[in-house]
């Protein structure tokens, strides 16, 4: 297998550091717009990695190198924004594709807290046809959440229960970051946009629908230390992928961000700094078209680079309530990262590499022929028990707590 990895960012740095350790690939590029951050990701890892330049929004571009390095795969590690025109070249190139995160939903224009307008990934799902007729898959939404959380809701249904009322998936964490009053974890802009558009939830007897953002909190009980945290909903793929072939009453997602952070976040979107059109300002050079959110993102820190200064632990896990033998049952299957260990075992902190080695090991799952199939995909598609046992291997168990 050859993989062009597109995005050198935190997760694609990480993603090369997982990958050297295996031997299922022959090769990987690693394109990032930034050549200096591709040549970073790939300095210690030897022959097997090629740092090259690349625009993710160049359809054309990106086409061209799947072709000249003769890639199977292209790995998608850039925020939202690029999913398309990356998806779009994988398609055009003959090669299959896999991202982390799925195309951009947009509200209702009328009646945005009530029902949905595009859902998330809706412009990949409408090319299914195409991805069959061309005889290749695209596995979309395979990092942690979207990704390893939806893995667990399908072995879920498949080992755990006979009837399932409801998959939550709940996230939290007791992570601090010495130094800064705030830095996020993860990418601002993607943080920005799940948490601040529309959530949707899913529910048998009515379909998908939306609420307001920041509804429904509850006090979830994290594991391993972490604790109890306040989650709530936040539009996310899980919601639109999990119903696709896991049989549900109800789907929801749920975040533990925090009153002091969903302050910040309130506060960016009422003075506008949340937006992704262009504002005109002044510069030494003249006036130049700047996204307010691209503002926000430039004068935080980069969370790739926060490790040193980070200290806790990260959950991502699905829990889920139903029926088993004819008895009530409720569990919660989870992924528990330290920040400690993770700085320590590949010098990334725990966030993104907990993002990272999802993807890695489903393209092994891919190239052993293990995970098989034709078209736009979720990872509720595959099964479960191959995945959840290759984690293993690769030193990064996972849990399963009765409720």
């Given at each position: 297998?050859?993989?062009?990895?597109?995005?050198a960012?935190?997760?694609g740095t990480?993603?090369?550091g997982?990958?050297?350790?295996?031997?299922f690939?022959?090769h990987?590029?690693v394109?990032?717009y930034d050549?200096s951050?591709a040549?970073?990701a790939?300095?210690?890892?030897?022959?097997?990695?090629?740092?090259?330049r690349?625009?993710a929004?160049?359809?054309?571009?990106?086409?061209?190198?799947?072709?000249?390095?003769?890639?199977?795969?292209?790995?998608n590690a850039?925020?939202?924004r690029?999913?398309m025109?990356?998806?779009?070249?994988a398609?055009?190139s003959?090669?299959h594709y896999?991202?982390?995160a799925?195309?951009l939903?947009?509200?209702?224009?009328?009646?945005p807290?009530?029902?949905?307008?595009?859902?998330?990934g809706?412009e990949?799902f409408?090319?299914?046809?195409?991805?069959?007729?061309a005889?290749?898959?695209?596995?979309?939404?395979m990092g942690v959440?979207p990704?390893?959380?939806?893995?667990?809701?399908?072995y879920?249904?498949?080992?755990?229960?006979d009837?399932?009322?409801?998959?939550?998936v709940?996230d939290g964490?007791?992570?601090?970051?010495?130094g800064?009053?705030?830095a996020?974890s993860?990418?601002?802009?993607?943080t920005?946009e799940?948490?601040?558009?529309?959530?949707v939830?899913y529910?048998r007897?009515?379909?998908w629908?939306t609420?307001?953002?920041?509804?429904e909190?509850?006090?979830f009980d994290?594991?391993?230390?972490?604790?109890p945290?306040?989650?709530?909903?936040?539009e996310?793929?899980?919601?639109?992928?999990?119903?696709?072939?896991?049989?549900a009453?109800?789907?929801t997602?749920k975040?533990?961000l925090?009153?002091?952070?969903?302050?910040?976040?309130?506060?960016?979107r009422?003075l506008?700094?949340s937006?992704?059109r262009?504002v005109?300002?002044?510069?030494s050079?003249?006036?130049?078209?700047?996204s307010?959110?691209d503002v926000v993102?430039?004068?935080l820190?980069?969370?790739?680079?926060?490790?040193?200064r980070?200290r806790?632990?990260?959950?991502?896990g699905?829990w889920?309530k139903?029926?088993?033998?004819?008895?009530?049952?409720?569990v919660?299957?989870?992924?528990v990262?330290d920040?400690?260990?993770?700085m320590?075992?590949?010098g990334?902190?725990?966030?993104?590499?907990?993002?990272?080695?999802?993807?890695?090991a489903a393209?092994?799952l891919v190239a052993s022929g293990?995970w098989?199939?034709e078209?736009?995909l979720?990872?509720?598609?595959f099964p479960?028990r191959?995945?959840?046992?290759l984690l293993?291997?690769y030193?990064?168990?996972?849990?399963?707590?009765?409720q």
């Amino acid at each position: 297998m050859r993989i062009l990895l597109v995005g050198a960012g935190g997760v694609g740095t990480a993603i090369t550091g997982i990958a050297a350790r295996r031997e299922f690939f022959d090769h990987m590029v690693v394109a990032d717009y930034d050549l200096s951050r591709a040549r970073a990701a790939v300095a210690p890892l030897g022959p097997r990695f090629t740092a090259v330049r690349a625009d993710a929004a160049d359809r054309e571009a990106i086409t061209g190198l799947l072709r000249d390095h003769r890639c199977d795969v292209l790995l998608n590690a850039t925020d939202p924004r690029f999913v398309m025109p990356l998806f779009e070249a994988a398609l055009a190139s003959g090669a299959h594709y896999l991202d982390m995160a799925m195309s951009l939903s947009r509200p209702h224009p009328e009646r945005p807290y009530e029902e949905v307008g595009v859902k998330l990934g809706d412009e990949q799902f409408a090319r299914d046809d195409d991805w069959r007729r061309a005889g290749r898959l695209a596995l979309v939404g395979m990092g942690v959440e979207p990704g390893m959380s939806d893995v667990f809701a399908r072995y879920a249904a498949d080992e755990l229960f006979d009837e399932i009322e409801e998959i939550g998936v709940r996230d939290g964490a007791n992570l601090t970051v010495e130094g800064y009053e705030f830095a996020p974890s993860f990418s601002i802009w993607t943080t920005i946009e799940e948490c601040l558009n529309p959530p949707v939830v899913y529910e048998r007897d009515r379909g998908w629908f939306t609420t307001e953002p920041f509804s429904e909190p509850e006090v979830f009980d994290f594991p391993e230390g972490i604790g109890p945290i306040e989650c709530v909903n936040v539009e996310h793929e899980e919601v639109v992928l999990v119903p696709r072939w896991v049989d549900a009453g109800r789907v929801t997602f749920k975040y533990g961000l925090g009153e002091e952070f969903v302050a910040r976040l309130k506060t960016l979107r009422e003075l506008g700094l949340s937006d992704t059109r262009p504002v005109t300002v002044p510069t030494s050079l003249g006036p130049a078209e700047v996204s307010p959110r691209d503002v926000v993102a430039a004068v935080l820190p980069d969370p790739a680079g926060l490790g040193d200064r980070m200290r806790g632990k990260t959950c991502a896990g699905t829990w889920v309530k139903g029926v088993k033998d004819g008895r009530p049952r409720e569990v919660y299957l989870y992924h528990v990262v330290d920040n400690e260990w993770s700085m320590r075992e590949y010098g990334s902190q725990a966030v993104v590499w907990q993002t990272a080695i999802n993807p890695v090991a489903a393209l092994e799952l891919v190239a052993s022929g293990v995970w098989k199939g034709e078209g736009v995909l979720g990872p509720e598609a595959f099964p479960p028990r191959p995945f959840l046992d290759l984690l293993e291997t690769y030193g990064s168990p996972w849990g399963l707590r009765e409720q």
